[in-house]
């Protein structure tokens, strides 16, 4: 099966003037093509040259053969476009280090599994810290990562008493892999001089246990008095560079692993080492760069639009621009309280309207393409403001402002999304995932949250946006998600937005595609596009939908040539 194995599209081997030039590189016939391309939905071969498909169509594709082309079986199996994920912080190493590029993920602690559903004790995660502390001089923070509140056996929080127990020298920082809560240890409260005393800051909170004393757990904002203090584990700069080059091609195996061909990158300081590993023949997936910070100024100052870059490794919209807190982690800000807490809680916003409405305005007059990380309705409203207001000032066609998350909506929400073409990137493997949050919002509620049925039926073009860490990636577990609404547990939440198989396909590739601008270019089997497919071993048509999210990925293909092979 490894027929396109280390091919290099559009290579000219000698003797090759004899060749035609227009003879395919590869033809895969036999095979059950979903081409989400509505003008040939149905095919059984297609071929592909340069890294691009030529021709798409039926079996009578293999007579274009030619003295060079290879020739794959398909053997009867379900052939997809690749997938694509709009929302990845595919560094994944926590706040406050600085990781970038898959290098935490490598390298750190997992107190949870990033990828999969699974319970862990409170103990283990004692031990694992234990074991890392030891290899830390006092003072120097102790990181914990993939932490899940609902995936812990002992079904109650993690709390600073739990910490206390991994150091009494080092600070201990337990990151939710929501990214938007933190646990800490007392070492580390006493560090940042943080006492039950302290007042919580705008768009933050140190919760207290129910004696009024710091439980540990510190929420968005106020997270920020903790992570100024305390040392950080030191790496020379070639250990450093080591790390970051590594942790970039371990990523991106696993994306390939799992079937994606395109991922939106949120995370800072990755692109240079994903450039080097694209030389090293290492990087293994097309690259969307989101952009914050310092690059996004030097694009800003430097007129470096979005879409600038190649087929590889391009510049996309900017990275989330955050408005609210999360959803898994209930500091969304929306217009209702949550069950089972105090009715004058509604989230965190962490951005005001004229502070957003500036940034809005000035990253869109350089041509960037907008993108705010907005959960709540009451967040989702204030960005919308924020976008109508920039679009008006300076209107320009396909602007296609990015919404991240978008978790809560309502019919006027819908209906200003749909005016300006927003472009949203939604929870994909929640609904699966993170079944066991949803009791937070309610039944109710959740007809209303991660609304692909409403937004597809809408017009708008609703994507796939794992936003792992929080999330896993996996695209057959998000299109499982999407097609039952149902859990690891069992739990139905919101079942009003439900979307059938061919639309949640199409949410994962398509319009994947179209939230980058990059639809001429990929999301669909279409002859002139980008040869990104994956390969199934059973067809998702004819399996039960709970089944889904097992189904082996054979073969993952990115311009032709093979990335991932079972
Ligand atoms: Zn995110």
């Given at each position: 099966m490894s027929l396109m194995g280390g091919a290099v599209a559009g290579a000219v081997a000698p003797g090759a003037a004899l060749a035609d030039p227009q003879e395919p590189d590869l033809i895969v016939h036999n095979a059950r093509v979903h081409t989400v391309d509505n003008a040939v939905p149905k095919a059984q071969a297609f071929a592909v040259r340069a890294g691009r498909f030529v021709a798409v169509g039926g079996e009578d594709i293999k007579s274009l053969a030619g003295k060079k082309t290879r020739s794959l079986d398909a053997k009867g199996m379900m052939v997809v476009p690749g997938f694509i994920d709009t929302?990845?912080?595919?560094?994944?190493?926590?706040?406050?280090?600085?990781?970038?590029?898959?290098e935490g993920l490598l390298y750190d602690v997992h107190v949870?599994?990033?990828y999969e559903v699974e319970q862990v004790s409170i103990a283990s995660i004692i031990a694992k810290l234990k074991t890392k502390a030891a290899t830390l001089p006092p003072g120097t923070w102790v990181l914990g990562n993939f932490l899940d509140d609902t995936k812990l056996a002992d079904k109650r929080p993690l709390n600073v008493h739990d910490l206390d127990k991994v150091s009494a020298d080092h600070p201990v920082m337990v990151v939710h892999r929501g990214g938007h809560t933190i646990f800490v240890n007392s070492k580390a409260f006493q560090l940042a001089g943080v006492t039950k005393a302290t007042p919580n800051p705008f768009g933050g909170t140190f919760d207290k246990d129910g004696n009024g004393e710091l439980n540990g757990r510190v929420t968005d904002r106020a997270s920020a008095a903790l992570l100024k203090v305390g040392k950080w584990e030191q790496f020379t700069p070639a250990q450093k560079e080591k790390r970051l080059l590594e942790g970039v091609a371990f990523i991106s195996g696993k994306f390939a692993q799992y079937g994606l061909t395109t991922v939106h990158h949120n995370e800072d300081g990755a692109l240079e080492a994903i450039q080097e590993q694209r030389r090293n023949g290492k990087l293994k997936h097309r690259v969307s760069y989101e952009a914050r910070g310092d690059l996004l100024e030097a694009m800003i100052r430097n007129g470096?639009?979005?879409?600038?870059?190649?087929e590889w490794v391009r510049l996309g919209a900017t990275a989330e621009h955050a408005v609210d807190g999360s959803l898994s982690e209930r500091t969304m800000a929306m217009r209702q309280p949550y069950i089972g807490m105090p009715a004058s809680y509604h989230g965190n916003l962490t951005e005001t309207q004229e502070d957003l409405n500036a940034w809005c305005e000035r990253v869109h007059r350089a041509h960037i393409q907008l993108n705010c990380h907005a959960n709540g309705d009451i967040a989702i409203d204030r960005t919308l403001t924020a976008y109508e207001r920039a679009l008006k000032l300076s209107p320009r066609a396909n602007a296609r402002p990015k919404i991240t998350h978008c978790s809560q909506i309502n019919p006027d929400l819908v209906r200003r999304m749909k005016a300006l073409d927003v472009v949203p990137s939604m929870f994909s493997t929640y609904p699966y995932y993170n079944s066991d949050k949803f009791h937070f919002y309610g039944q109710e509620t959740m007809q209303h949250m991660i609304a692909f049925r409403t937004l597809l039926d809408a017009g708008i073009k609703a994507a796939a946006g794992s936003d792992f860490g929080p999330g896993p990636f996996s695209p057959l577990m998000a299109l499982q998600a999407m097609v039952t609404r149902t859990g690891w547990n069992g739990e139905t939440w919101g079942a009003s937005q439900k979307i059938t198989l061919d639309e949640a396909i199409q949410v994962n590739t398509i319009n994947g595609a179209y939230n980058s601008r990059e639809e001429k270019d990929k999301g669909s089997i279409t002859a002139g596009k980008l040869a990104d497919f994956v390969m199934l071993a059973d067809d998702l048509h004819a399996i039960a939908p709970e089944k889904i999210k097992d189904v082996k990925i054979v073969q993952t293909v990115v311009g032709g040539q093979v990335m991932y092979q079972a």
């Amino acid at each position: 099966m490894s027929l396109m194995g280390g091919a290099v599209a559009g290579a000219v081997a000698p003797g090759a003037a004899l060749a035609d030039p227009q003879e395919p590189d590869l033809i895969v016939h036999n095979a059950r093509v979903h081409t989400v391309d509505n003008a040939v939905p149905k095919a059984q071969a297609f071929a592909v040259r340069a890294g691009r498909f030529v021709a798409v169509g039926g079996e009578d594709i293999k007579s274009l053969a030619g003295k060079k082309t290879r020739s794959l079986d398909a053997k009867g199996m379900m052939v997809v476009p690749g997938f694509i994920d709009t929302h990845n912080h595919a560094g994944a190493g926590g706040i406050g280090n600085g990781y970038a590029g898959g290098e935490g993920l490598l390298y750190d602690v997992h107190v949870g599994n990033p990828y999969e559903v699974e319970q862990v004790s409170i103990a283990s995660i004692i031990a694992k810290l234990k074991t890392k502390a030891a290899t830390l001089p006092p003072g120097t923070w102790v990181l914990g990562n993939f932490l899940d509140d609902t995936k812990l056996a002992d079904k109650r929080p993690l709390n600073v008493h739990d910490l206390d127990k991994v150091s009494a020298d080092h600070p201990v920082m337990v990151v939710h892999r929501g990214g938007h809560t933190i646990f800490v240890n007392s070492k580390a409260f006493q560090l940042a001089g943080v006492t039950k005393a302290t007042p919580n800051p705008f768009g933050g909170t140190f919760d207290k246990d129910g004696n009024g004393e710091l439980n540990g757990r510190v929420t968005d904002r106020a997270s920020a008095a903790l992570l100024k203090v305390g040392k950080w584990e030191q790496f020379t700069p070639a250990q450093k560079e080591k790390r970051l080059l590594e942790g970039v091609a371990f990523i991106s195996g696993k994306f390939a692993q799992y079937g994606l061909t395109t991922v939106h990158h949120n995370e800072d300081g990755a692109l240079e080492a994903i450039q080097e590993q694209r030389r090293n023949g290492k990087l293994k997936h097309r690259v969307s760069y989101e952009a914050r910070g310092d690059l996004l100024e030097a694009m800003i100052r430097n007129g470096m639009e979005s879409g600038f870059g190649d087929e590889w490794v391009r510049l996309g919209a900017t990275a989330e621009h955050a408005v609210d807190g999360s959803l898994s982690e209930r500091t969304m800000a929306m217009r209702q309280p949550y069950i089972g807490m105090p009715a004058s809680y509604h989230g965190n916003l962490t951005e005001t309207q004229e502070d957003l409405n500036a940034w809005c305005e000035r990253v869109h007059r350089a041509h960037i393409q907008l993108n705010c990380h907005a959960n709540g309705d009451i967040a989702i409203d204030r960005t919308l403001t924020a976008y109508e207001r920039a679009l008006k000032l300076s209107p320009r066609a396909n602007a296609r402002p990015k919404i991240t998350h978008c978790s809560q909506i309502n019919p006027d929400l819908v209906r200003r999304m749909k005016a300006l073409d927003v472009v949203p990137s939604m929870f994909s493997t929640y609904p699966y995932y993170n079944s066991d949050k949803f009791h937070f919002y309610g039944q109710e509620t959740m007809q209303h949250m991660i609304a692909f049925r409403t937004l597809l039926d809408a017009g708008i073009k609703a994507a796939a946006g794992s936003d792992f860490g929080p999330g896993p990636f996996s695209p057959l577990m998000a299109l499982q998600a999407m097609v039952t609404r149902t859990g690891w547990n069992g739990e139905t939440w919101g079942a009003s937005q439900k979307i059938t198989l061919d639309e949640a396909i199409q949410v994962n590739t398509i319009n994947g595609a179209y939230n980058s601008r990059e639809e001429k270019d990929k999301g669909s089997i279409t002859a002139g596009k980008l040869a990104d497919f994956v390969m199934l071993a059973d067809d998702l048509h004819a399996i039960a939908p709970e089944k889904i999210k097992d189904v082996k990925i054979v073969q993952t293909v990115v311009g032709g040539q093979v990335m991932y092979q079972a």
